[in-house]
Nanobody
Framework: QVQLVESGGGLAQAGGSLRLSCATS????????VGWFRQAPGKEREFVAA????????YYADSVKGRFTISRDNAKNTVYLQMNKLKPEDTAVFYC?????????????????????WGQGTQVTVSS
């Protein structure tokens, strides 16, 4: 069982920045693709970004493209989501998830069902 722990959420003003982290003690985390998702109150969980296991390929939702950057440090078993130019509509609980089986990322990364492990989430609130 892989345990993922998100951190870095909090309160930010519109136009500000936050960096989320997704960490695990699992030594083979570096072999997994990882996705970030978010869920706003009353809405379904939606895809935000994904990164391949090597970190050489990334994929973003249109709503965050150009503002958010996903990256990873496999030596630290950690994936990051740098969020810049935050908007009030970015307010949500953010979750990271590990995909054990996929060798590539892309459109299929949007599918919640392909992820095998999920973190507990971290709240991001953006004030206007």
């Amino acid at each position: 069982q892989v345990q993922l722990v998100e951190s870095g959420g909090g309160l930010a003003q519109a136009g500000g920045s936050l960096r989320l982290s997704c960490a695990t003690s699992d030594g083979i985390f570096s072999s997994y693709a990882v996705g970030w998702f978010r869920q706003a109150p009353g809405k379904e969980r939606e895809f935000v970004a994904a990164i391949s296991w090597k970190g050489d390929s990334t994929y973003y939702a249109d709503s965050v493209k150009g503002r958010f950057t996903i990256s990873r440090d496999n030596a630290k078993n950690t994936v990051y989501l740098q969020m810049n130019k935050l908007k009030p509509e970015d307010t949500a609980v953010f979750y990271c998830a590990a995909d054990v089986g996929s060798l590539q990322i892309g459109e299929s990364s949007r599918n919640l069902g392909i992820y095998d492990y999920w973190g507990q989430g971290t709240q991001v609130t953006v004030s206007s």
